[in-house]
């Protein structure tokens, strides 16, 4: 009871509390349980970090390696999901086909989560981890036509990534360690962000009691936004119409800039972050540290660096704190490691994946109520009824 105030956006509004990640927007802070991002993007990998994010604490050799293991027995897919990728046109794009074949998942595994019970818990978290890595990578294959690949035990679960998207049956796949290093780090800058668009939806979807997967494919549709997860894919799409129009950056901030124009500059900007993304900080190194060690020349990184020199000199950014997101750099280097440009939010997906379900399972565990939010009627009041004649 009381007046209700409206927040659009929920810009100054909190939904819950949460020990899970910690961000401070004014210093560009940004910490998973309490360590920086700094400290686990160069030290961690991704699922000690999503071992961090789900349970609570690092794990120690034993539990990571139980972990690694217990994900492994879980990565094999119902070949009746195949039937259901076939049904989907080549041409779909890999994000659609995701969210759907991840809420198909909830036909074969129809159980929702005991979350009172850990050790279902437990079991639920391995095959999320498991089953949905290797769907991701089934949305390539099929776009492609290629054969489907399996999870290879003898390898770790990032370098299988590489492998379920690359391997041809007459080629094996050969992991470069650079390659599988990067990814690590750019799954782990992407591993939560407390209550972003798609974790809220996951909550959200998950606060009705609805089961994981169900939760998790909402996530899926709501990232793909190209105001949330979809910006990496259309920042590549924006550098490379600039870099065909002959790298005229001035010209693109300026249109970034004309309110007549929706035109906006990809990968700039955040709702939370007011002085700097320390993802994109990293990243940015990250990015000239694979193409270098890769060998990769990409001139679409100059137009990237210049893009982002004007933008931060330029009064429209200062004044309303736009600097570069998480989603301004990384595009280039998926690039340089092969990943084609419509894979680019699945990667993005892949790498929230364990904040999505640390996030799920404390909403759970806490006891949530249902989402349910209120709103200020704005229509008509009360109005007789008109017969069809008469209208
Ligand atoms: N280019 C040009 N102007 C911008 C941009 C941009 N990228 N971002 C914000 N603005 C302007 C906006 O027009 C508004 O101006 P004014 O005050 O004159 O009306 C002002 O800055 C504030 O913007 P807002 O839209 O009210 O801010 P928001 O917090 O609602 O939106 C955002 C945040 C990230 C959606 C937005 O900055 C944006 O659309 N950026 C481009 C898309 C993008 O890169 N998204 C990825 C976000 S980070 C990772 C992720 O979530 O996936």
Redesign the pocket.
Known sequence: SGAITIDP?Y?NSGSCKSEITFLDGELGILRYRGYSIEDLAEKADFLEVSYLLIFGELPTKVQLEQFENDIRKYTLVNEEMKNIIDGFPKTAHPMGVLAALTSALTAFNPKSVNVENEKEMYEAVCKTMGKFLVIATWTYRKSMGYPLNYYDNTKGYVENFMCLMFELPTEPYKANPVVIDALDRLFILHAD?EQ??STSTVRMVGSSHAGLFASISAGVSA?WG????G??Q??LEMLEEIHKNGGDAEKYIAK??D?NDPF????????VYKNF?PRAKIIKKAANEVLSTLGVEDPILAIAKKLEESALEDE??KS?N?YP????YSGIIYRALGIPTDMFTVM?AIGRLPGWIAQWKEMRENKEPIGRPRQIYTGSPLRGFISSEKR
């Open positions: 956006g810009k962000h972003n668009c990232l190209p105001l949330h997860g910006a990496n259309a920042v970034a800039k309110k906006r500059l990809m990968g700039f900007g955040h709702r993304d429209y950014f309303r736009l997101n998480v989603d301004f993005f």
